[in-house]
């Protein structure tokens, strides 16, 4: 249970039923085709695009995107884009609904919101990675993933995409792709990710640390589950499909394990006892 302890300091020091009746209320979703361009070119609040966003339960968000706000918003709109076809595709033109921080987190409760983020990770059926060359630069990207797993998340429900393919792209261009990930990997290190807010950059790794012993330990594994992650994603892509590839598959794997958890003894007690992240309200965290 020690990397969920890791987990239980994002709740900080609340009662864990508390925790998950304010994610209840505040979790939120968006359909892609609601989503523009200029949405991914910044990370300032923006009124008129989280009243764009829904209301929705547990489990009926098809994706948590993860990306940096650093990252070319070009590359990710398209990748984006293209994922949604495919996705329509396999779904008799079901349209899919994604959390995206800028459009769903309710800024005005921003520090509510990060308490809730293992809720809402838990709460959406897979994880989609946007990799740009500044991901594992971020500290929040990582923890987004290190959370999604430990909130009971599985490669299978993780699909990583690179941004530095470009048009005329093919088989060749996917495997650089993969070998600059592969590359990139060998060199990652946490102490070397940061946030906007130097004390938040601070108080994630401690969370790291007190999970994992160690942030060399955190490493191994963050290489390992995106490695995978990518060579499970690379072959969805060569069989022409996304992550969520039949219709059973859009039922939530989030939401009974996260009730479970939650409501463990265990980990209410981990919660007071290793309650260590308290984030600031402003500015929003960039990612």
Partial sequence: MMAAAGVSSLLEDRDVSAVLTMASELFRSITLDKLSLEALSSSEPDASLYALSEPCAFGDVHVFVSH???????????ALQQWRSKFKAQHQGLEPRIFLDRACINYERLS???????????????????????FLQRLWCITECYVFMEMGGSLEHIELINLTRREGSGQQSDANDDAELELALRSFDARNAKCTLEEDSSRLLSVIESAFGGVGQFNEQLRAVLLQACA??????????????SKSRLQSFGAARLEKLLSSGEYSAQCRKHSTLSVSAAPPPEA
């Fill in 68 to 78: 940096s706000w650093s990252d070319d918003p070009l590359l990710k709109w398209e």
């Fill in 112 to 134: 509510d919101s990060i308490t809730c983020l293992p809720v809402f990770l838990a709460g959406c059926n897979k994880l989609l990675v946007l990799r740009g060359p500044s």
């Fill in 232 to 245: 499970s994603s690379q072959k969805r892509r060569q069989a022409g499909g996304t992550l969520a590839s």
